[in-house]
């Protein structure tokens, strides 16, 4: 079942001769728990792509749906709304609020949308990233794996439909790095959700169910390939 | 963490420093906003306690009534109370012991309510009258009766109906009154109980029980009972109610700028200290917006930050603002008089209001910007720097004056154009309250032209028609000299009335400026002007020598004695628009002769200027040499009004014709002297026919009034000043500290440690210099135009001071210097690794 569509999408960069054409005509669809990976080199579009699948950018052209909503014709407020309950993001440089403890950034999306937080859930979830002990640590206090690990915790909080992970492991060693995309993978399936990554990594990449190649803002020559 | 917005709380609990710093700025703020409605409620209320005081606690008089009318106002249903006041009859006093001297009393008769509830008179002595027979007079005249006789009972006649009558009051008490004497005719007041119909003469003085529209009302009610009516204005204008509409607004009007200027300066404060701190924060609010937060649910976050600060602020000001105002009144003595302090509901109400309005007002751009952060910046990891629209500039002169570390402070000071700007404007706006309100109180004090302010006599007799005939002799000067309490006694002579001016002496620039109703007085006549303002002292010798000394003259008092004169040559003036004008008339110098024309009897009788003219015809006139300049005249610190000449008072007595001295001025041993002579010093005036005036009390009010204006208004300097600074250093450690990477890259690329701190002391200092220059040149400006037009000390010989431009400049590139070193310690201590690792 298609959660995610993409019809057309472009995004431009610059005005007359500083025109960049970060994304070109690009078109996909992404069905529900599904696993997909983008890769490309540094520039070709891969992050752009990201950020206009969670509608925290906008596009110069094309559609993006999610559960057949149009992301882009809603207003900012059902934009921001949308984004909280149906996105997750996981970021390379984690991204945490520096003054909320663990928990307090994990439960930050549940908190925006004035929502009672299922304790149960969060428990289990902090159980789940090894942050028992940890949950009112600030981030100051953290290593690098652990903030990461809250950051996909705020990703699941509102338990939304899709994660959007870009680098989630970019500044990670590799055992974290593997630690991290289990955790990743094994949520994704037991939230039924789909989770959609960007990597430089080909043995992270391998694990996807599909991978997306990009290279100078449109879908590769090998297209989506299926692994 | 039970709602999002908590994330406000723990964001002002982890940037203590910073939290604290911007309540200091709003503190500050509500104190000024508690303490102006503090100082205008007291005002307010001191002012309508003091004219209920001195004229009485009344709206509206019915005058000239009869019995009838009197008794039907005081059953109007307009009118809450009143009382019934009788202008009975001037009585000319007949005893013997008493009728040296044309000695009467004014004496009013008052109702019942009249003593009790609307003019309460002021017993200093005895007790208040319950009949018709029983006086409560003036206290001078008490102080008058008690130096001469032990009775109580006075005789005098009265006119009644045009009948002369006898009548004897038995006096009671004694009562103080601001009521001006004139001649030897003092106030007394009887009781009103013979409540006939004695014609029109009965007034009623009324409070309306509505609160608005007073004098419609009052009107009315005079229309229909066919009655004339006065106002206590100065009342009315209290409660905004008196008939000139402009002085109803006009202490609102000075409030409201006042007040409008602190919420400059706060918003100028806060909405830096909260911009600054949403720049530093951008990244956060970006994460808050990738993972759903609404631009709204951002703006409430900025907002809820400044209304949790503001509450922590409103209780500290408001008690701050009433504490320190009544410190400040308890250490200056004399404020208690003008000002009812209290606590005020209102001024409570003002100051939290304001307070928090101001601070919603300063956050709501920076909620908006807040608000309006992008989620992809925040994402990608943009910094603010990145987004900045770097324009080229050289820095030349930067450059030549402080070398290449004063390039790239100047640089990087206008690399952002906004900041640099909204910075410049902070110190700018400091620095033009500081120049304008002092340049305002110079010009405030100057206008209210302070007599007697630096007299040197304490006390004067003033022979009754001076200058003339009547003169206090020898006799009285030494009585004077040896009483005890009395330190220097000076005599002199004070004559205002026709110098001479040789028309080449003339100053024609300061004369056209003069008014015309003055320059009429000082006409030309032949190759002379005769000046009828001149003022002509004859000086003893104790006069001269206080003279003398003051002003460092080398001459003797033989060489006033032998046709030496000094000039007073600074005159105190209006011009055409009616502007005080200082300058001088005459443009004597020293060695100059001048003609002084002998005053003749028949212009002394007549004061015809032909007489003059005459005397200058028949070359009538003595003439002198000019042996001394002086400015003013120092035993009573006045300016004359158009020019003065001091010569020996025998020179007077052949100038005038008179013998002995009109006035003598004394200086007492001690403060307390002046009270307890008081009443022996009126008597003997009163013996040798001269008034007595204790100068020395004219003088304490004054001096109380200058200080207390001068407290008030380098509080409210010194406050805004405080607000300035708390602004200059956050701005500046906010500009400096942001830019910590980059600093990191200066260090690691080589630069010394000097070096380091030239370049970050100059990129503060630099502020500092370019606001001064811009802000010196806008309060330049203001100055020129707003407050030489309002000012009423015209332009011409008035000199606005420089002082508060060099000291503004001088404070502001100090401030900014402190401002930088503060950050530059934390700066010099930085690791040069962590520095370059921080994420801009």
Same mark, same amino acid.
């Given at each position: 079942?298609?959660?995610?569509?993409?019809?057309?999408?472009?995004?431009?960069?610059?005005?007359?001769?500083?025109?960049?054409?970060?994304?070109?005509?690009?078109?996909?669809?992404?069905?529900?728990?599904?696993?997909?990976?983008?890769?490309?080199?540094?520039?070709?579009?891969?992050?752009?792509?990201?950020?206009?699948?969670?509608?925290?950018?906008?596009?110069?052209?094309?559609?993006?749906?999610?559960?057949?909503?149009?992301?882009?014709?809603?207003?900012?407020? =059902?934009?921001?709304? *949308?984004?909280?309950?149906? /996105?997750?993001?996981?970021? @390379?440089?984690?991204? !945490? %609020?520096?003054?909320?403890?663990?928990?307090?950034?994990?439960?930050?999306?549940?908190?925006?949308?004035?929502?009672?937080?299922?304790?149960?859930?969060?428990?289990?979830?902090?159980?789940?990233?090894?942050?028992?002990?940890?949950?009112?640590?600030?981030?100051?206090?953290?290593?690098?794996?652990?903030?990461?690990?809250?950051?996909?915790?705020?990703?699941?909080?509102?338990?939304?439909?899709?994660?959007?992970?870009?680098?989630?492991?970019?500044?990670?060693?590799?055992?974290?790095?593997? =630690?991290?995309?289990? *955790?990743?993978?094994?949520? /994704?399936?037991?939230?039924? @959700?789909?989770?959609? !990554? %960007?990597?430089?990594?080909?043995?992270?990449?391998?694990?996807?169910?599909?991978?997306?190649?990009?290279?100078?803002?449109?879908?590769?020559?090998?297209?989506?390939?299926?692994? | 963490?039970?709602?999002?917005?908590?994330?406000?709380?723990?964001?002002?609990?982890?940037?203590?420093?910073?939290?604290?710093?911007?309540?200091?700025?709003?503190?500050?703020?509500?104190?000024?906003?508690?303490?102006?409605?503090?100082?205008?409620?007291?005002?307010?209320?001191?002012?309508?306690?003091?004219?209920?005081?001195?004229?009485?606690?009344?709206?509206?008089?019915?005058?000239?009534?009869?019995?009838?009318?009197?008794?039907?106002?005081?059953?109007?249903?307009?009118?809450?109370?009143?009382?019934?006041?009788?202008?009975?009859?001037?009585?000319?006093?007949?005893?013997?012991?008493?009728?040296?001297?044309?000695?009467?009393?004014?004496?009013?008769?008052?109702?019942?309510?009249?003593?009790?509830?609307?003019?309460?008179?002021?017993?200093?002595?005895?007790?208040?009258?319950?009949?018709?027979?029983?006086?409560?007079?003036?206290?001078?005249?008490?102080?008058?009766?008690?130096?001469?006789?032990?009775?109580?009972?006075?005789?005098?006649?009265?006119?009644?109906?045009?009948?002369?009558?006898?009548?004897?009051?038995?006096?009671?008490?004694?009562?103080?009154?601001?009521?001006?004497?004139?001649?030897?005719?003092?106030?007394?007041?009887?009781?009103?109980?013979?409540?006939?119909?004695?014609?029109?003469?009965?007034?009623?003085?009324?409070?309306?029980?509505?609160?608005?529209?007073?004098?419609?009302?009052?009107?009315?009610?005079?229309?229909?009972?066919?009655?004339?009516?006065?106002?206590?204005?100065?009342?009315?204008?209290?409660?905004?109610?008196?008939?000139?509409?402009?002085?109803?607004?006009?202490?609102?009007?000075?409030?409201?700028?006042?007040?409008?200027?602190?919420?400059?300066?706060?918003?100028?404060?806060?909405?830096?200290?909260?911009?600054?701190?949403?720049?530093?924060?951008?990244?956060?609010?970006?994460?808050?917006?990738?993972?759903?937060?609404?631009?709204?649910?951002?703006?409430?976050?900025?907002?809820?930050?400044?209304?949790?600060?503001?509450?922590?602020?409103?209780?500290?000001?408001?008690?701050?603002?009433?504490?320190?105002?009544?410190?400040?009144?308890?250490?200056?003595?004399?404020?208690?008089?003008?000002?009812?302090?209290?606590?005020?509901?209102?001024?409570?109400?003002?100051?939290?209001?304001?307070?928090?309005?101001?601070?919603?007002?300063?956050?709501?751009?920076?909620?908006?910007?807040?608000?309006?952060?992008?989620?992809?910046?925040?994402?990608?990891?943009?910094?603010?720097?990145?987004?900045?629209?770097?324009?080229?500039?050289?820095?030349?002169?930067?450059?030549?004056?402080?070398?290449?570390?004063?390039?790239?402070?100047?640089?990087?000071?206008?690399?952002?154009?906004?900041?640099?700007?909204?910075?410049?404007?902070?110190?700018?706006?400091?620095?033009?309250?500081?120049?304008?309100?002092?340049?305002?109180?110079?010009?405030?004090?100057?206008?209210?032209?302070?007599?007697?302010?630096?007299?040197?006599?304490?006390?004067?007799?003033?022979?009754?028609?001076?200058?003339?005939?009547?003169?206090?002799?020898?006799?009285?000067?030494?009585?004077?000299?040896?009483?005890?309490?009395?330190?220097?006694?000076?005599?002199?002579?004070?004559?205002?009335?026709?110098?001479?001016?040789?028309?080449?002496?003339?100053?024609?620039?300061?004369?056209?400026?003069?008014?015309?109703?003055?320059?009429?007085?000082?006409?030309?006549?032949?190759?002379?002007?005769?000046?009828?303002?001149?003022?002509?002292?004859?000086?003893?010798?104790?006069?001269?020598?206080?003279?003398?000394?003051?002003?460092?003259?080398?001459?003797?008092?033989?060489?006033?004695?032998?046709?030496?004169?000094?000039?007073?040559?600074?005159?105190?003036?209006?011009?055409?628009?009616?502007?005080?004008?200082?300058?001088?008339?005459?443009?004597?110098?020293?060695?100059?002769?001048?003609?002084?024309?002998?005053?003749?009897?028949?212009?002394?009788?007549?004061?015809?200027?032909?007489?003059?003219?005459?005397?200058?015809?028949?070359?009538?006139?003595?003439?002198?040499?000019?042996?001394?300049?002086?400015?003013?005249?120092?035993?009573?610190?006045?300016?004359?009004?158009?020019?003065?000449?001091?010569?020996?008072?025998?020179?007077?007595?052949?100038?005038?014709?008179?013998?002995?001295?009109?006035?003598?001025?004394?200086?007492?041993?001690?403060?307390?002297?002046?009270?307890?002579?008081?009443?022996?010093?009126?008597?003997?005036?009163?013996?040798?026919?001269?008034?007595?005036?204790?100068?020395?009390?004219?003088?304490?009010?004054?001096?109380?009034?200058?200080?207390?204006?001068?407290?008030?208004?380098?509080?409210?300097?010194?406050?805004?000043?405080?607000?300035?600074?708390?602004?200059?250093?956050?701005?500046?450690?906010?500009?400096?500290?942001?830019?910590?990477?980059?600093?990191?890259?200066?260090?690691?690329?080589?630069?010394?440690?000097?070096?380091?701190?030239?370049?970050?002391?100059?990129?503060?200092?630099?502020?500092?210099?370019?606001?001064?220059?811009?802000?010196?040149?806008?309060?330049?400006?203001?100055?020129?135009?707003?407050?030489?037009?309002?000012?009423?000390?015209?332009?011409?010989?008035?000199?606005?001071?420089?002082?508060?431009?060099?000291?503004?400049?001088?404070?502001?590139?100090?401030?900014?210097?402190?401002?930088?070193?503060?950050?530059?310690?934390?700066?010099?201590?930085?690791?040069?690794?962590?520095?370059?690792?921080?994420?801009?």
């Amino acid at each position: 079942m298609e959660i995610l569509r993409v019809e057309n999408l472009t995004k431009k960069y610059g005005k007359k001769d500083n025109e960049v054409t970060a994304l070109n005509n690009v078109s996909l669809s992404i069905n529900k728990g599904e696993f997909a990976a983008i890769v490309g080199p540094s520039g070709s579009g891969k992050s752009t792509l990201l950020h206009l699948l969670g509608g925290v950018d906008h596009p110069s052209s094309g559609k993006v749906y999610i559960d057949n909503i149009d992301m882009y014709a809603l207003k900012e407020k =059902e934009l921001s709304i *949308l984004r909280r309950r149906k /996105v997750g993001f996981v970021f @390379q440089s984690y991204n !945490l %609020i520096p003054v909320l403890t663990a928990e307090e950034n994990m439960l930050m999306p549940i908190l925006l949308d004035h929502a009672k937080e299922d304790k149960n859930y969060i428990r289990e979830l902090l159980k789940l990233l090894g942050l028992e002990d940890r949950k009112n640590h600030l981030p100051s206090e953290l290593s690098g794996g652990q903030q990461q690990r809250v950051s996909i915790g705020r990703a699941l909080a509102n338990k939304p439909s899709i994660i959007l992970a870009d680098e989630p492991t970019g500044n990670l060693d590799s055992k974290n790095s593997r =630690e991290i995309i289990e *955790l990743l993978k094994y949520s /994704v399936k037991k939230y039924n @959700q789909t989770l959609i !990554l %960007i990597t430089h990594d080909l043995n992270i990449a391998k694990m996807a169910d599909r991978v997306i190649s990009i290279i100078d803002g449109q879908i590769g020559e090998n297209g989506v390939m299926d692994l | 963490m039970k709602d999002y917005t908590a994330i406000t709380t723990k964001y002002l609990r982890q940037h203590r420093k910073r939290t604290i710093l911007t309540i200091c700025g709003i503190v500050v703020a509500i104190t000024m906003f508690t303490a102006v409605a503090l100082i205008y409620y007291s005002i307010l209320n001191g002012t309508i306690e003091r004219i209920k005081k001195d004229s009485g606690d009344f709206e509206v008089g019915f005058v000239n009534l009869s019995k009838s009318k009197a008794e039907l106002l005081k059953l109007n249903a307009e009118i809450e109370y009143g009382c019934v006041v009788n202008k009975l009859e001037v009585l000319q006093i007949m005893d013997e012991i008493l009728a040296d001297k044309e000695r009467s009393l004014a004496i009013k008769a008052y109702d019942q309510d009249a003593f009790t509830k609307v003019f309460k008179p002021q017993l200093v002595q005895g007790r208040l009258p319950q009949n018709s027979k029983e006086l409560i007079v003036d206290i001078r005249f008490w102080h008058i009766l008690k130096g001469k006789t032990q009775s109580q009972t006075i005789t005098g006649k009265a006119e009644q109906d045009g009948v002369e009558i006898e009548r004897v009051y038995n006096i009671v008490g004694a009562y103080t009154t601001r009521e001006i004497i004139s001649g030897m005719t003092y106030p007394a007041i009887t009781y009103l109980d013979d409540y006939a119909d004695q014609g029109n003469q009965y007034s009623y003085f009324a409070t309306l029980k509505d609160k608005k529209h007073k004098i419609d009302i009052a009107e009315q009610v005079a229309r229909d009972t066919g009655t004339e009516i006065i106002f206590n204005k100065e009342l009315l204008y209290m409660y905004r109610q008196g008939p000139d509409k402009d002085r109803n607004d006009a202490l609102e009007v000075m409030i409201i700028t006042i007040i409008s200027i602190i919420i400059l300066a706060t918003i100028v404060v806060i909405y830096n200290a909260f911009n600054t701190s949403i720049i530093e924060r951008i990244k956060h609010f970006g994460i808050l917006r990738a993972i759903g937060a609404t631009k709204g649910q951002i703006r409430n976050l900025v907002l809820r930050e400044a209304l949790i600060m503001s509450l922590i602020a409103v209780p500290i000001g408001v008690l701050g603002g009433h504490i320190g105002l009544y410190v400040t009144f308890k250490i200056i003595k004399g404020f208690s008089e003008w000002f009812k302090l209290g606590i005020y509901p209102q001024v409570i109400g003002i100051g939290t209001l304001l307070g928090i309005g101001t601070v919603l007002l300063a956050v709501l751009i920076p909620a908006i910007s807040a608000s309006r952060i992008a989620p992809i910046e925040a994402i990608r990891g943009n910094s603010m720097i990145k987004r900045e629209k770097v324009k080229k500039r050289r820095g030349i002169l930067a450059k030549l004056l402080f070398s290449f570390e004063g390039q790239v402070a100047y640089r990087n000071m206008r690399r952002n154009g906004k900041r640099f700007w909204l910075t410049t404007f902070s110190l700018v706006i400091s620095l033009v309250i500081f120049i304008f309100f002092n340049n305002f109180i110079d010009m405030t004090l100057k206008s209210l032209g302070m007599v007697y302010e630096n007299a040197e006599i304490e006390g004067c007799f003033q022979a009754e028609g001076r200058g003339r005939t009547e003169t206090l002799g020898i006799d009285f000067i030494n009585e004077l000299q040896v009483l005890k309490g009395v330190s220097k006694v000076y005599a002199f002579n004070a004559y205002v009335g026709p110098l001479l001016i040789d028309k080449d002496k003339l100053n024609t620039a300061y004369y056209n400026d003069f008014l015309d109703k003055l320059k009429s007085k000082t006409v030309p006549y032949k190759d002379m002007y005769i000046c009828e303002m001149g003022q002509l002292m004859g000086y003893d010798e104790n006069a001269f020598n206080y003279t003398r000394q003051k002003n460092n003259l080398s001459m003797t008092y033989s060489d006033l004695e032998n046709n030496n004169v000094i000039l007073i040559n600074k005159s105190e003036s209006y011009n055409t628009e009616g502007k005080t004008i200082l300058g001088n008339l005459t443009k004597y110098k020293i060695g100059d002769e001048i003609k002084i024309p002998i005053i003749s009897k028949a212009y002394l009788e007549t004061g015809e200027v032909k007489h003059i003219q005459e005397a200058i015809d028949k070359q009538d006139y003595l003439t002198f040499k000019i042996a001394g300049i002086i400015e003013k005249e120092d035993l009573l610190d006045e300016s004359p009004k158009a020019f003065g000449i001091i010569v020996s008072n025998e020179n007077f007595g052949k100038i005038i014709g008179a013998a002995g001295y009109n006035s003598v001025g004394l200086k007492y041993d001690s403060k307390e002297d002046s009270e307890t002579l008081y009443e022996k010093l009126s008597n003997l005036g009163s013996e040798n026919g001269a008034k007595f005036f204790d100068i020395y009390k004219y003088m304490k009010q004054n001096k109380d009034i200058m200080l207390q204006a001068m407290t008030l208004s380098y509080g409210f300097i010194v406050l805004i000043t405080l607000i300035a600074i708390i602004n200059i250093i956050h701005t500046i450690t906010i500009n400096l500290l942001v830019k910590k990477r980059e600093f990191a890259v200066f260090k690691a690329i080589g630069m010394t440690k000097e070096q380091f701190q030239k370049l970050v002391l100059l990129e503060g200092t630099l502020y500092g210099i370019f606001a001064s220059i811009i802000g010196s040149a806008v309060s330049y400006l203001l100055v020129n135009m707003l407050l030489k037009k309002s000012n009423p000390v015209a332009a011409y010989g008035i000199e606005y001071p420089t002082w508060p431009y060099v000291a503004g400049t001088l404070g502001i590139i100090g401030i900014t210097f402190i401002a930088a070193l503060l950050p530059l310690r934390k700066l010099n201590d930085m690791n040069i690794i962590d520095g370059l690792r921080i994420e801009e």
